[in-house]
């Protein structure tokens, strides 16, 4: 099983990034994907959720209205398109699948000027 993030970097306020989860390893259209993030001195938060068809997608409060997930199972891969981002969405940002709990090595959102 693999999940492989990618598509974070540095960026200015107000900015956009979009992130890619490559999946691998198990029936990707079976799971529910999740997008989670870390910042430093905190703990683990949800941000985005999307259910096996994607046509059921959940956010964060702080998230809601400049994130947008998506998935295509197809390509077994589950997006996160960040929009407007501050400095306080700056985190290692993390894919899962569920139920199982597979998780990648995540990737780095840095987001100043």
């Known amino acids: 099983v693999q999940l492989v993030e990618s598509g974070g970097g540095l960026v200015q306020p107000g900015g956009s990034l979009r992130l890619s989860c490559a999946a691998s390893g198990f029936t990707f259209s079976r799971h529910v994907m999740r997008w989670y993030r870390q910042a430093p001195g905190k703990e683990r938060e949800l941000v985005a959720a999307i259910s096996t068809g994607g046509g059921s997608t959940n956010y964060a409060d702080s998230v809601r209205g400049r994130f947008t997930i998506s998935r295509d199972n197809a390509k077994n891969t589950v997006y996160l398109q960040m929009n407007s981002l501050k400095p306080e969405d700056t985190a290692v940002y993390y894919c899962?699948?569920?139920?199982?709990?597979?998780w990648g090595q995540g990737t780095q959102v840095t987001v100043s000027s």
């Open positions: 899962n699948a569920w139920p199982e709990g597979y």
